[in-house]
């Protein structure tokens, strides 16, 4: 954080202090450092909400609160107990505010994907799929405690010991969760999850060999002939960034709605001119006003192309698989441990709405719905794959029928070497080796809708054509 604050003035200043000297209330008398910071907090969340917020990874975002903290301090002509003058009462509350301890350093630093708080003493980042204790630690129990409540006020919110839970999500996309006690048995635990600033493409994807371009082929043509895709995997193995590469590569002029309680899909487009380049609805969900399901039945309203779902969790379900039914193209993702699944995972969730059809039938309906998953997973390595593309196709005997078309095979690993971000220090670690395998393809039934949707059958003989050269060799 800068030691320089701009566009302060002293004289000002001392104006501000004698105004208030003058009119002698205790509000504007000399007060203790706690309360003069929260009269500022409460200031930046209500006055600059957004800026507060990205705070926590954003320099730019730091530099102009440390500015609006100097202007308010001026203008208010707050005073603090033991500290004397402008430049000593902006800094102390400035540092008060925006200082996060040992950890610091690692919400300033864009390379660190996530900070992990075990305790007040096991301090944890991950770096590239990777996590990495550190030599940090908070100096009490009391301090790590006063870190978290000043990170949760960013988005305005409190933790105590009688509501020692609190998951916060800002707006940028970057999630805060906190436990504490007495729920905590060590205490705290504080997980930050930072925004990747990247934006992903099918060419950086394959390059980390997340899927291969054939891969994106197959999903593109999917797409176009207005099939409903799922993505699914376990919680961080990149289900985002695939799904955000996939719908950046629909036709521009294709309406798009995207729905989700933090707004992660990034997939508005403008040209040179700063005007729309493409036809996309970005909506977001608000506690205690909108859920997924009420966005949901408003976008049936809006006349979309595709719907796309950033993480399914509940009763909208129901919606869902009776929209794609019905004629609607919707991409969605959710957890799950694979394609054999996916379907009862989005039975689980149908059942938690009203309804009086049996399982069987709410089965048969999910997989007409949604007949291709896509399933990706990080590996011990973390490196995150596209694990399958599978096609759903039925139940037999109560078993799932289901075809992979494509599907990662680990071959070995090999040893590599790299630099540890904390000690730069040099050492070797494995690296999964494997391809991705092109298995089966498409059934007959699925094949003749795509030919229904305009899919020339000659590009899908070409696709086919290619990806069999391929295994040959």
Not at 115 to 138: L, Q
Not at 367 to 394: N, V, Y
């Amino acid at each position: 954080m800068s030691s320089v604050i701009p566009n302060i003035h002293r004289d000002k200043y001392e104006a501000a202090l004698q105004r208030q000297t003058a009119a002698n209330t205790q509000q504007h008398s000399s007060r203790s450092l706690e309360n003069a910071v929260d009269e500022v907090r409460s200031y930046l969340t209500e006055t600059y909400p957004d800026v507060f917020e990205n705070t926590l990874n954003d320099a730019n975002a730091r530099n102009k609160i440390q500015e609006y903290i100097a202007r308010y301090v001026q203008e208010k002509g707050i005073k603090v107990d033991g500290y004397e003058g402008l430049e000593r009462t902006t800094a102390i509350i400035t540092e008060d505010i925006l200082d996060f301890g040992p950890i610091t350093e690692y919400i300033i630093n864009e390379e660190v994907e996530e900070i992990r708080v075990n305790s007040y003493i096991d301090i944890r980042i991950v770096v590239k799929g990777k996590e990495y204790r550190t030599d940090k630690r908070f100096s009490s129990q009391k301090q790590a405690f006063s870190i978290a409540k000043k990170i949760v006020r960013t988005v305005g919110k409190n933790i105590t010991p009688t509501e020692p839970i609190v998951d916060a999500r800002l707006k940028n996309g970057q999630r805060v969760a906190v436990v504490i006690e007495p729920v905590c048995l060590t205490g705290i635990n504080l997980t930050i999850r930072k925004q990747k600033k990247e934006v992903y493409t099918a060419v950086r994807l394959i390059e980390y060999g997340t899927a291969t371009e054939e891969m994106f082929e197959l999903i593109d043509i999917l797409g176009e002939a207005d099939i409903s895709i799922e993505v699914v995997g376990p919680t961080n193995s990149g289900k985002t960034a695939t799904l955000q590469t996939i719908l950046s590569r629909l036709e521009k002029d294709r309406r798009i709605i995207t729905m989700e309680d933090t707004a992660e899909l990034n997939l508005r487009q403008y040209d040179e001119n700063g005007n729309a380049a493409n036809n996309v609805l970005m909506w977001e969900t608000k506690e205690g006003i909108t859920n997924l399901l009420d966005l949901l039945r408003q976008s049936l309203r809006q006349s979309p192309e595709t719907m796309v779902l950033g993480e399914m969790r509940g009763a909208e379900a129901q919606t869902v698989v009776a929209a794609a039914n019905t004629g609607h193209q919707i991409y969605n993702s959710f957890h799950a441990n694979g394609p054999k699944d996916a379907p009862t995972r989005v039975l689980q969730m149908y059942m938690m709405g009203h309804t009086t059809l049996t399982q069987e039938m709410i089965l048969d309906m999910i997989i007409t719905a949604f007949p291709i998953c896509i399933f990706q997973k990080k590996l011990k390595d973390g490196s995150r794959k596209i694990m399958s593309i599978s096609e759903l196709e039925g139940y037999e005997a109560g078993r799932l029928k289901y075809r992979d078309i494509y599907k990662f095979k680990a071959t070995g690993f090999t040893t590599i070497e790299e630099v540890h971000p904390l000690t730069q220090r040099s050492y070797t670690r494995k690296r999964i080796e494997g391809r991705h395998l092109f298995v089966s393809p498409i059934s007959h039934g699925l094949y003749e809708r795509l030919i229904e949707a305009g899919i020339e059958a000659e590009r899908i003989q070409k696709f086919y054509s290619r990806v069999r050269q391929e295994k040959e060799v």
